[in-house]
């Protein structure tokens, strides 16, 4: 039987159930993290679980859990349902409480709930590339905060499905910001451009960890928008998530990325991502 985390029990999976009057159902009033498990290792737990209280305190929710405490509960969900290689998904919300905008008052007790699943890493389409397509971002404009409020995400990547796509790339005037459940980057000329890390976009943890990787290898690593014109003209294009790691793209909205084929930098980041994955995963 699946064992799902609701605040600090495990519980079977039937047994799993979400109040009608909770903030999270009614208002999307609440945050999510999801990490990824690497042959029975949390990857880069630290980090997501730092955004997570930051994203809490961004919308003034205010919870006892610290880092350490989420990594624990992590693990002993996932070990419960014996996965080792897959992703374990959190969220929290406001709490239980009549339907009212404000926030609660007195305030309420913060419902956590988490549940895991097991995958493999999408070996082919990493080998491969994938095919996106391009939308007018018209999500709300504090995109930094990882909430509840996915609407504008889901009809984003709707519409890319539509079209037999893997993702979608959104943007704002044509400045792309990022994907529906991805950070953007075009190359050009061996220079890794990618929005800067402000309200507009998540400062996703793999988009970090790109980052790093850029400086251990001396590539620039450059934080300006940029054009969906200039997207469609680069060199390379990829898109990263916790899910997707770091992701080729040879086609934009039907028209293929320079040769088609995976270029030379995002190899290197590819496997620069493979050494992070051995040196940032905990036990």
């Given at each position: 039987m699946t064992k799902v985390l609701i605040n600090d029990v495990l519980v079977d999976e039937k047994e799993a159930k979400v109040a009608f009057n909770d903030r999270g159902y009614n208002f999307g009033d609440g945050i999510y993290e999801y990490v990824r498990l690497y042959d029975?290792?949390?990857f880069t737990a630290q980090e997501h679980f730092e955004r997570l209280l930051r994203s809490a305190g961004e919308i003034g929710l205010d919870v006892d859990y610290t880092v350490e405490s989420l990594t624990k509960s992590?693990?002993?969900l996932a070990e419960a349902n014996g996965v080792t290689d897959g992703g374990v998904y959190m969220q929290v919300t406001r709490g239980v409480a009549p339907r009212d905008h404000a926030f609660p008052t007195p305030s309420v007790e913060p419902v956590l709930t988490a549940f895991v699943k097991a995958y493999d890493r999408p070996y082919k389409a990493l080998e491969d590339g994938v095919t996106v397509m391009t939308t007018e971002d018209i999500r709300w404009l504090r995109c930094d905060i990882k909430s509840l409020n996915l609407l504008g995400n889901v009809l984003a990547?709707?519409?890319?499905?539509?079209?037999?796509?893997?993702e979608a790339i959104q943007h704002r005037n044509g400045i792309v910001t990022e994907g529906a459940s991805s950070n953007v980057y075009a190359i050009k000329d061996g220079i890794v451009h990618t929005h800067p890390a402000n309200?507009?976009?998540?400062?996703?943890?793999?988009?970090?960890?790109?980052q790093w990787i850029c400086d251990d290898e001396g590539i620039t690593f450059h934080e300006e928008p940029f054009s969906v014109e200039f997207l469609k003209n680069a060199d390379e294009v990829i898109i990263s998530s916790t899910s997707a790691e770091v992701m080729p793209v040879v086609k934009i909205d039907g028209q293929v990325v320079k040769d088609g084929q995976v270029g030379p930098v995002t190899r290197k980041l590819?496997?620069?991502f493979d050494r992070y994955i051995e040196s940032h995963s905990h036990e």
């Amino acid at each position: 039987m699946t064992k799902v985390l609701i605040n600090d029990v495990l519980v079977d999976e039937k047994e799993a159930k979400v109040a009608f009057n909770d903030r999270g159902y009614n208002f999307g009033d609440g945050i999510y993290e999801y990490v990824r498990l690497y042959d029975n290792k949390l990857f880069t737990a630290q980090e997501h679980f730092e955004r997570l209280l930051r994203s809490a305190g961004e919308i003034g929710l205010d919870v006892d859990y610290t880092v350490e405490s989420l990594t624990k509960s992590v693990r002993l969900l996932a070990e419960a349902n014996g996965v080792t290689d897959g992703g374990v998904y959190m969220q929290v919300t406001r709490g239980v409480a009549p339907r009212d905008h404000a926030f609660p008052t007195p305030s309420v007790e913060p419902v956590l709930t988490a549940f895991v699943k097991a995958y493999d890493r999408p070996y082919k389409a990493l080998e491969d590339g994938v095919t996106v397509m391009t939308t007018e971002d018209i999500r709300w404009l504090r995109c930094d905060i990882k909430s509840l409020n996915l609407l504008g995400n889901v009809l984003a990547k709707e519409y890319a499905t539509k079209y037999n796509a893997e993702e979608a790339i959104q943007h704002r005037n044509g400045i792309v910001t990022e994907g529906a459940s991805s950070n953007v980057y075009a190359i050009k000329d061996g220079i890794v451009h990618t929005h800067p890390a402000n309200h507009l976009i998540l400062n996703g943890i793999t988009r970090r960890v790109i980052q790093w990787i850029c400086d251990d290898e001396g590539i620039t690593f450059h934080e300006e928008p940029f054009s969906v014109e200039f997207l469609k003209n680069a060199d390379e294009v990829i898109i990263s998530s916790t899910s997707a790691e770091v992701m080729p793209v040879v086609k934009i909205d039907g028209q293929v990325v320079k040769d088609g084929q995976v270029g030379p930098v995002t190899r290197k980041l590819q496997k620069g991502f493979d050494r992070y994955i051995e040196s940032h995963s905990h036990e």
